[in-house]
């Protein structure tokens, strides 16, 4: 409520100037003047009041999440007091949160220009030129934002997510270490990192940032990934251990029963295989991707009904997965649907597998 | 006549525990005629099955002879059909016709109706069709029974035989138990109940030339493949004539065919060349080196294009081997002498047919004898490069072979497709057109995995904004406080110290002094509250009194003009921010303030004496408005006393209602005599 009062008050005495009509010939001019100004205090008060109470419905809209009606009453507010940064500030985050960046943009760049300490506002004009898909602006935002508070390090994260959506993993490295350097113990900065170092395959970095964000936060994707950096680098067995350990840290994470049924399936130990898909599919029926990887055991099984079974289910879930269309296609083949399984690999190779192709001209020409 | 089959075969399902009925009169005593025929029909039927079985043991195929026998014995089973004889004979006739698969319910009805005094040959005939239904256990075990039991020459002549059913019962047993990576369909799209032969199919497996019988003779056929089938099934017809026309190997680009037909009562091999869309007169292919006077018939090219592969008359007992034969030169005039393909191909058995894969090291043929499961089975078998031999033969298994009879196999270049015939059960009838799919290597679906790698997308940071609401300030409108200190009896203004008090709290509100000139005195004050003001001058006793500011009093002006009195003998002042309960004498706090400048007063005029006095409206009894006054005043001055004011210097006297200062009649009025005073006795 920085400043609120006195932007308030000194705003209302301006305009509250008017005398009092009431004539009364013993007093002198002073005492008029001391008159009329109490009686201007009065209105000044009034509106406060009124203000106050309008940003305090404004406020209770926002937390309610109806932003529209956020907006319309911060905006009240601001009409009648330009001088209000924090509801130049509440209204920008409305927006923000309506996807209406631009105007948010504009609300909080007022906020910022009214009160220069408030740095949030920068950080989420950042956000908003990140929802406009705004690359350029959001990360000179960030870099505007660590010029004048050099200790913002999740603004330094964010720019490192941006570089990595890019793909552009050695800026994204940068940023990530810029944030790191500010907090050392900044657990999705490490993470991060680790997911860079792993995509440049770097997978000893990977493993030794993954280790250090799972000391500080040992959330069960960390784990997870730990896990798969692990397999990544050909230690199968501590996978799996990581990726039990994130099963342990959340019993529904079903990502990682899948992850792990994957390395059993490569292991060839295709009951546990199943078992650990079933279980990411008990958590999520929908997931396509489990769906897939059990078929595959039960295609392995030469239980092919059970597979098409689960491939039909994840192509009606996905209908470009790839992976999901070639496996129906090699299904379908073992059940004699060679028109099915050729149109399938068809398919596969237009989602852009080269596979598709190599089974479709071998089988279906 | 397949309604009499049918009819026959129900009748032996539904007989199955009727007694041998001989066909003799006594038994047909109402229908001799029928009898009559029946047993002509039996005499026919059994010189084409004695027809048949010479060429059985012959190694050569009886389908002819056997389904004539057919012809005269079904209207005789129609007839009769619990005649062990006739059963047994049925279901021989079918063994070796087209329809093999019909056989086994006409032996096991004939073993039944005859028992013990069964022929041994029914069950060397019961073993060839356990052979056919796969059962490969008891066909073995009724082939051995046969051979312990037949002790005539029939035993001397299927010795040969059973000896080779009971080797291919062994070999059909390890085979069946092997799993092969094919799938075999009937190309329904070229089959007929007839027969269809020899298909033949081009490299690339985009058309194929066969033969079927569906018109009383073989012609050759051909058709294009478009969308995986079969399809503009047509005749060739520059290839047909009147007789057998029989293709037996299209080129690999599918520019020229190899074919047999009669020439002058004998098979030769003749080459017809496509020109445009139309084929060539076949001319002879080889000279007459190679074209004997014996049957020459299935040939294959060879991918050089140096050699011909064929089947031919050659063997040692006149059984059908495979040779081939060189060309040497390049117009073709001369052609080397036919050369067997060697002791690991030809067998004592038939050879039926051979294909030279494109990769030309490689020989399909057909044959009866080797590793067969029963009649022919395709069999595959590997140049040896160095010494230029043809390997061991390699059964291609089940479900490519079968007890029947596969035969002209053919496959195309990538290996993946693959054409031969067979009579087995199932299919359309006669010999069908089928077709091998091989899987190759397995297709290993993936599996896929997938990570959280960007932390704030895996577990999004809590961006949750509360703006906070700001304490809202009540609009306290101020009212503004004026008026004047004046001498009470003079009337001239005094100037004094004015305390305004916050009743609420007992705090000071506001201090300030009254003008000396004037003495004015003006303040605002927020309105809704109740004040007390004090007023003190040198000279004068101080006056207090209070007052209610109401709320919404926004441009209101309170004017109070208040007189001070001289501090002289009979001065009474009202203590009007003394403070009770209701009917109770206990001092409130709230008057601590008022009673504390009173202690002030006297501490600074230490000659003041004076006289509290306790004041009540009139309602209520008079003496319980004295007693209550009395308290009051006594309360009072308890409080002054209990603060270092002499007891000497200070006394309490309660009035009741006797001495009103204002009205009774109304409710301000009655307040202003409820009431402290202290009047000044002495100073």
């Known amino acids: 409520m920085r400043h609120f009062f006195t932007t308030v008050c000194l705003f209302l005495m301006t305009i509250g100037a008017y005398s009092q009509d009431q004539v009364d010939s013993t007093l002198t001019l002073e005492e008029i003047q001391f008159r009329d100004s109490i009686a201007a205090l009065n209105v000044s008060s009034i509106e406060r009041q009124k203000l106050q109470e309008t940003y305090n419905e404004a406020t209770v809209a926002f937390n309610a999440s109806n932003y529209a009606q956020a907006i319309s009453l911060f905006t009240e507010v601001t009409d009648l007091d330009s001088t209000n940064g924090d509801a130049f500030f509440n209204k920008g985050l409305a927006h923000k949160e309506l996807n209406q960046y631009d105007l948010a943009i504009e609300s909080l760049t007022q906020a910022y220009q009214l009160d220069s300490t408030n740095t949030d506002a920068i950080f989420h004009q950042a956000k908003c030129y990140f929802g406009k898909e705004d690359m350029k602006n959001t990360l000179m935002t960030y870099d505007q934002l660590l010029r004048i508070d050099p200790t913002r390090a999740e603004a330094a994260y964010e720019k490192g997510v941006i570089h990595y959506l890019n793909q552009d993993y050695q800026q994204a490295i940068d940023a990530y270490s810029q944030a790191i350097a500010i907090d050392p113990n900044y657990s999705y900065a490490l993470n991060d990192r680790a997911s860079c170092y792993r995509a440049l395959e770097d997978y000893d970095r990977a493993i030794e940032d993954y280790l250090k964000a799972t000391a500080s936060d040992p959330q069960s994707f960390i784990l997870n990934n730990l896990g798969s950096a692990y397999r990544k680098s050909g230690n199968t067995e501590k996978a799996l251990e990581y990726y039990s350990k994130a099963i342990s840290k959340d019993a529904n994470y079903e990502m990682a029963y899948n992850n792990r049924g994957t390395v059993y399936f490569e292991q060839k130990q295709y009951d546990s295989a199943l078992k650990d898909f079933k279980k990411a599919l008990d958590i999520n029926p929908d997931y396509a991707m489990a769906l897939c990887n059990r078929a595959a055991v039960y295609h392995l099984q030469e239980n092919y009904t059970g597979a098409l079974a689960d491939l039909e289910r994840a192509v009606k879930l996905q209908p470009n997965n790839a992976t999901a269309l070639l496996n129906r296609g090699i299904t379908r083949e073992m059940l004699r649907n060679v028109d099915g399984a050729c149109d399938d690999w068809q398919k596969a190779h237009q989602l852009g597998l080269e596979k598709g192709n190599e089974y479709y001209i071998n089988n279906c020409e | 006549m397949r309604l009499a089959v049918i009819t026959t075969i129900l009748l032996v399902s539904i007989g199955g525990y009727a007694q041998n009925v001989a066909f003799k009169k006594s038994n047909f005593k109402d229908n001799k005629e029928g009898l009559e ?44 059909p619990k005649n062990a004889d006739l059963n047994r004979k049925i279901g021989h006739a079918y063994l070796y016709s087209n329809t093999p698969y019909l056989a086994m319910p006409f032996l096991k009805t004939s073993l039944e109706l005859a028992g013990e005094d069964s022929e041994p040959f029914i069950y060397f005939l019961l073993g060839k069709a356990y052979q056919l239904e796969r059962d490969f256990h008891e066909g073995e075990k009724s082939f051995l029974k046969y051979g312990t039991l037949e002790k005539d020459k029939n035993l001397e002549a299927y010795k040969k035989l059973n000896r080779k059913h009971i080797k291919e019962c062994k070999s059909g047993a390890e085979i069946f138990g092997k799993k092969t990576r094919v799938w075999v369909d009937n190309v329904i799209e070229l089959n007929t109940p007839d027969d269809e032969i020899a298909p033949s199919i081009t490299a690339d497996n985009s058309e194929i030339i066969f033969n079927s019988n569906k ?120 052609w080397g002498q036919p050369q067997s393909a060697g002791q690991e191909v030809n067998t004592g058995f038939q050879e039926g047919s051979v294909y030279m894969a494109p990769d030309g090291n490689t020989m399909y043929f057909c044959s009866q004898g080797h590793s067969s499961i029963g009649g022919y089975d395709v069999f595959v078998s590997y140049r040896n490069e160095e010494l230029g031999l043809w390997g061991k033969p390699i059964n291609l298994g089940y479900p490519i072979n079968t007890p029947y009879d596969e035969l002209y196999f053919s496959i195309s270049a990538s290996g993946k497709k693959a ?95 009254s003008n000396s000139a004037t003495g004015k ?99 209520g009894s008079q003496e319980a408005n004295q007693s209550l006054s009395q308290r009051r005043a006594d309360a009072v001055r308890k409080y002054l006393v209990a603060r270092s004011v002499d007891g000497g210097r200070v006394t309490a006297k309660g009035y009741g209602s006797s001495r009103p200062v204002d009205t009774n009649a109304t409710k301000e009025g009655r307040a202003n005599n409820r009431r402290t005073e202290f009047e000044i006795t002495a100073n």
Not at chain 2, 449 to 465: G, H, K
Request: with cysteine.
């Open chain 2, 521 to 619: 005195f003006l303040l605002s004050l927020p309105s809704g509250l109740n004040y007390g003001i004090s007023v003190e001058a040198e000279g004068y006793l101080f006056h207090s009194e209070n007052f209610n500011l109401p709320k919404g009093s926004a441009y209101d002006m309170v004017n109070k003009d208040i007189e001070l009195k001289n501090i002289d003998i009979g001065s009474k002042i009202a203590l009007r921010n003394v403070f009770f309960d209701t009917g109770k004498s206990e001092v409130k706090i709230d008057s601590y303030p008022e009673l504390d400048r009173l202690i002030k007063l006297m501490n600074d005029v230490p000659t003041l004496k004076i006289e509290l006095s306790g004041h009540t409206d009139n309602v």
């Open chain 2, 419 to 513: 054409y031969f015939s067979s009579n087995r059960d199932g299919g359309s009838g006669g010999m069908d057109i089928y077709c091998a799919t091989f899987w190759g290597e397995p297709k290993i679906p993936g599996v896929a995995s997938e990570d959280n790698l960007i932390a704030s997308i895996a577990s999004p940071i809590e961006d949750t904004y509360t703006p906070e609401s700001v304490e809202v300030s009540t609009a306290n409108s101020l009212t503004v406080f004026k008026g004047r200190i004046l001498d009470g009896l003079l009337q001239e203004p005094v100037e004094a110290e004015i305390k305004i008090f916050d009743n609420s709290t007992g705090e000071v509100y506001s201090v300030m002094r």
């Open chain 2, 37 to 80: 025929i029946a047993l002509k029909n039996i005499e026919e039927g059994d010189i084409w099955l004695e027809k048949g079985k010479v060429k059985v043991l012959g190694m050569v195929n009886a389908f002819e002879e056997f389904n004539t026998a057919l012809d005269y014995y079904l209207p005789a089973q129609e007839f009769n």
């Open chain 2, 215 to 334: 018109t009383g003779d073989f012609d050759i056929y051909t058709a294009q493949r478009q969308k995986r089938r079969w399809i503009r099934l047509s005749s060739v017809a520059s290839l047909n004539t009147d007789g057998d026309d029989v293709s037996s190997n299209l080129a690999y680009d599918g520019q020229r065919i190899l074919l047999f037909k009669d020439n002058d009562g004998q098979s030769d091999i003749y080459e017809s060349k496509l020109q445009g869309t139309e084929w060539s007169e076949p001319k002879l292919k080889m000279s007459k080196v190679v074209n004997t006077e014996g049957n020459e018939t299935f040939a294959s090219y060879d991918p050089q294009d140096i050699k011909v592969y064929f089947v031919s008359d050659g063997g040692f007992g006149g059984d059908k081997n495979i040779s081939f034969s060189g060309k040497k030169d390049m117009e073709e005039t001369f």
